[in-house]
Every structure is written in C-alpha cells, then in structure tokens.
C-alpha cells in the first residue's frame, strides 16, 4: 500500500504553542500535499511541496520534506483554537501515473484555548 | 465560486440494501473523485474520471460498487447490495485536469450507516 502514516496519531496542546506533525510515506512521489479536515468536514488544502523542495511556508505553516527518509512534517506556529482539526498528508499516485491521492491516517490535533 | 456539492449528507440503510450518492463538481473541472473514509483513517480513492472517462478504478470494490459521470459533469456512486463494512464517510473531490500537484477540492461528504 502507499499509504502515509502521520505521527503522532493525537496530540494536544494549549493556544499559542506550536504543533509538529509528521508523515512518512513508502514510494518515491512528485509532491506531497497537507490537508486539514475540521469534524464532520471536508479536506481543505493546506500546502503543496514538490520532491525536488525541501522546505516551503505558508503563513503559520511550515512543511518540511526529506525523500531520502520518505517523512513529511508540518508545523503549525502560534496555534489557536481554530487549528483543531486533523490533519492529513497525502502523496500522489507517481506509480500509477495519475494524480491520485493516498492518504495517510491522520493526526488529530487539539488546540486548548 | 461554489465548491463540491454532494447528497444526500445522512443515510442509514440496512445491509443489503441499495443506496445512491450524487456528486456536483466545481464548474469546469474536468477531474472527479470519489473516495472511502472510514472512521480513524484517511480517505481512500474509489474511482477517479477525467470528463466521463475512468483513469483508476482499481480500489472500487466492482461487485458492489458501481459509479458513473455521464456528461463529464455530474456524479453518481452506487452501492448494491451494502455491507456492514460499507459504513464510512464517502467524500467527492473535483480539480481541474487532473495533473500531478492540482490541488483537489472536497466536497462535504455523504456519512453512510449500515445496519
């Protein structure tokens, strides 16, 4: 399977902290996406990172990306309540040639306000 | 601009049961995706197609799933006859032409009960 799994699977923490998640994957890719799904939600997208990137910002969002270790992290500055989601990274389908997204199983982060 | 619109939001049916989901892209998009999320995990892709063509079907369970997009706008996933193991949240997603990187947008989803 390509499934991603993030790391941790839950994790808590109080407004204003700042919050890692990590993803590691199993097959080479072209990018890898983060997506953010609030309950009983849709996925939005949050950012793209291309294989060839190592690092990229968007706002409070940091993404990180090492394909020699095939791991992903997203970090989150300053959290605030409304960062309480849980957050998925999703790699495309490189193997079947087709944009494809496999899922990893999700972190589901706490914000506490 | 209108995002992914599906329905219906609930459904409890019964095992062996039929049940129909309909998916609404964004305007213009010409890729749509159908996927499974089960409770606890990430979404899985079912079926994705380009206008009204399929590219992968290849995680779609065939002998009980079926789905289609007739004029390469509009939705249909159908699953007859359910199982237990069918409950799960079905979520579509639409984005432009289907190239490596595009963002996908989703809709809300459809949470399914068998019983």
């Known amino acids: 399977s390509q499934q991603g799994e993030e790391d941790p699977q839950a994790l808590s923490i109080q407004e204003g902290e700042n919050a890692t998640m990590n993803c590691s994957y199993k097959?080479?890719?072209?990018?890898l996406q983060w997506y953010r799904q609030n309950s009983g939600r849709g996925l939005v997208h949050l950012i793209l990172?291309?294989?060839?990137?190592r690092e990229k910002h968007s706002g409070r969002l940091r993404v990180t990306l090492d394909t020699s270790k095939k791991s992903s992290s997203l970090l989150i500055t300053a959290s605030r309540a409304a960062d309480t989601a849980s957050y998925f990274c999703?790699?495309?389908?490189?193997?079947?040639?087709?944009?494809?997204?496999?899922f990893g199983t999700g972190t589901r982060l706490t914000v506490i306000p | 601009e209108a995002g992914v619109a599906q329905s219906p939001r609930y459904k409890i049916i019964e095992k062996r049961q039929s049940v129909a989901f309909w998916c609404n892209p964004i305007?213009?998009?010409?890729?749509l995706y159908w996927y499974q999320q089960i409770l606890g995990q990430g979404p899985k892709l079912l079926i994705q197609?380009?206008?009204?063509?399929?590219?992968?079907d290849s995680q779609l369970p065939k002998d009980r799933f079926s789905a289609e997009r007739l004029k390469g706008v509009d939705s249909t996933l159908k699953i007859q006859p359910a199982k237990l193991e069918d409950s799960a949240v079905y979520l579509c997603?639409?984005?432009?032409?289907?190239?490596?990187?595009?963002?996908?947008?989703f809709g809300p989803g459809t949470r399914l009960l068998v019983l």
């Open positions: 990172i291309r294989s060839n990137e």
């Open positions: 305007s213009g998009h010409a890729t």
């Open positions: 999703a790699t495309d389908g490189r193997q079947t040639g087709a944009n494809n997204l496999f």
């Open positions: 097959t080479s890719i072209n990018n």
């Open positions: 197609f380009q206008n009204n063509g399929v590219v992968d």
């Open positions: 997603a639409s984005s432009l032409g289907g190239d490596y990187g595009e963002t996908q947008y």
